[in-house]
């Protein structure tokens, strides 16, 4: 119901009450009642702001829209309905809103630069960079401007002006958290780990929104590197998710080599998986109330504190193993081997943001996948499309009720001959127990498997498999096929 059903539509319970009869010496006439006045374009867009920054979106694009009925001149009315178009995803509308915004205010160079955001959304880099350009050259010192023409470099891998970009960014706004956390990722993807590092602290600053853990505001100092751990009980914790935990935990042993007595919080899935690691004094799980310790260190700064390069990586630390006797029992369950056994992972986390990416549908590696291999689901969770893709495929074994911890995992990993994965955390583990592992990544894949390459710093046992354009699943998968033929014969 738009504002004007609000005002004209009249209710039952707003019913004026019947007038009385009139006596026989009839009384005047009564008053007719006034019609509401038209609302002006300024209480329109008063109301519309109103709206917007209480996020009733909806009713502020209605209101705005409104308020453009009765004076479309006004550049402002046009911009600021396609920023509430632009954030409730109807991007088409938002680009058309620009338009009207910038045809009315030829130099608007928010409009300009939100527009070419939104042009970036819809896969339209070149326009984007030229609605940003423009952006910037009316106003040089907005550093969303910049930032947003990173942002689309970076999906055009033009790194070296997308870091740029960022550079200036935070040039305009030294206090720019998003521009210096994506800056750092860039540099790291691009293998700068010197600057890299630091900047990537400035993740703290949107700790919430990267779903990486609450700041700990501990009384205690934080460990960066610089004070002597010598008989001192340094506090590690998990930040992110279970393959950053599996991935950074190699650092343990380095600060316990400087003299620490290492305490690690992992989550409680990793407990069972990591209560052997080298250099830890103590593991304990999420929620656990810590021990007195002097300092402490998220596991992701290590690398900084370490002064970590691509030639420095640590390997990974000793004690993430499977269990002997696992790895036996599930020799028994697989029984005698008489075809190349392939375990397969071929989605992550769904609530991740990167999902959508990096995740693929198990009918697009089916497709491709020799058919005389024996594929093992390795993954705990399946999706309904996926459920169905496994119930067809006679040769695709799962093992419910074993998958329910990473030990068991973990030794079924160890029983392949292969571990074909995405970016999950299952690749890690794989990697990390020095299993042979061929990683399967998006196009544009997560920092840490850089910008190119097959090979990994962080895993040396480990393939990498590269998209080559944006969500092309089926070549990557007939690259792997191939290369599975050739290391494994079947006749």
Not at 13 to 28: F, Y
Not at 75 to 92: F, I, M, P, T
Not at 134 to 157: C, S
């Amino acid at each position: 119901m738009s504002i004007f059903d609000k005002l004209f539509n009249r209710k039952a319970n707003d019913t004026p009450a019947p007038a009385p009869t009139a006596p026989a010496t009839a009384s005047p006439a009564p008053k007719r009642q006034a019609a509401p006045a038209r609302k002006s374009f300024e209480d329109l867009f008063t109301e519309a702001a109103a709206a917007a920054k209480a996020h009733d979106l909806e009713d502020a694009i209605q209101l705005y829209g409104q308020a453009i009925e009765i004076d479309p001149s006004r550049s402002e009315a046009h911009y600021k309905r396609a920023n509430c178009l632009k954030d409730v995803g109807q991007l088409e509308e938002a680009v058309s809103g620009y338009d009207a915004a910038i045809e009315r205010k030829p130099d608007y160079a928010y409009a300009y630069c939100n527009r070419g955001s939104v042009l970036h959304s819809l896969g339209r880099p070149e326009e984007a960079l030229e609605s940003l350009d423009r952006a910037i050259a009316l106003e040089p010192k907005d550093a969303f401007a910049h930032y947003n023409r990173a942002l689309v470099l970076q999906d055009l891998y033009r790194w070296p002006e997308a870091i740029a970009a960022y550079t200036q960014a935070i040039t305009c706004n030294p206090e720019f958290p998003d521009a210096h956390f994506n800056r750092s990722l860039a540099l790291l993807y691009s293998g700068d780990f010197a600057n890299g590092w630091l900047g990537f602290e400035w993740r703290w600053k949107n700790a919430a929104r990267l779903a990486i853990g609450d700041v700990r505001d501990y009384a205690q100092p934080l460990w960066l590197g610089a004070e002597p751990l010598a008989g001192k009980t340094l506090f590690l914790y998990f930040e992110g998710g279970l393959g950053d935990t599996i991935q950074f935990s190699r650092y343990a042993p380095l600060c316990a080599a400087q003299g620490a007595t290492v305490i690690l919080e992992v989550q409680k899935p990793l407990v069972g998986l990591l209560g052997k690691l080298e250099g830890v004094t103590r593991i304990i799980a999420k929620g656990s109330p810590p021990p007195r310790f002097d300092y402490h260190c998220p596991l992701m700064s290590l690398p900084l504190a370490f002064k970590t390069t691509l030639d420095t990586i640590p390997a990974p630390a000793k004690g993430v193993q499977a269990d002997p006797a696992k790895i036996a029992q599930w020799r028994g369950v697989l029984g005698e081997r008489r075809r190349p056994r392939i375990g397969l992972v071929w989605s992550g986390n769904i609530n991740n943001p990167l999902d959508p990416h990096r995740s693929a549908r198990l009918a697009e590696w089916v497709e491709h996948l020799p058919e005389e291999f024996a594929y093992y689901r390795l993954q705990k969770d399946v999706r309904e499309e996926d459920a169905v893709t496994l119930e067809s495929s006679s040769n695709i074994f799962s093992f419910d009720d074993e998958l329910l911890d990473f030990p068991n995992t973990a030794a079924l990993c160890q029983c392949m001959d292969v571990v074909l994965s995405v970016d999950t955390s299952i690749a890690h583990l794989s990697g990390a127990l020095g299993q042979r592992t061929w990683l399967l990544v998006p196009y544009t894949p997560d920092w840490r498997w850089l910008r190119e390459g097959d090979t990994s710093p962080w895993y040396p046992g480990m393939k990498l498999y590269r998209q080559k354009s944006a969500g092309d699943w089926a070549e990557l998968c007939s690259r792997v096929a191939a290369d599975l033929r050739r290391e494994f014969p079947t006749t």
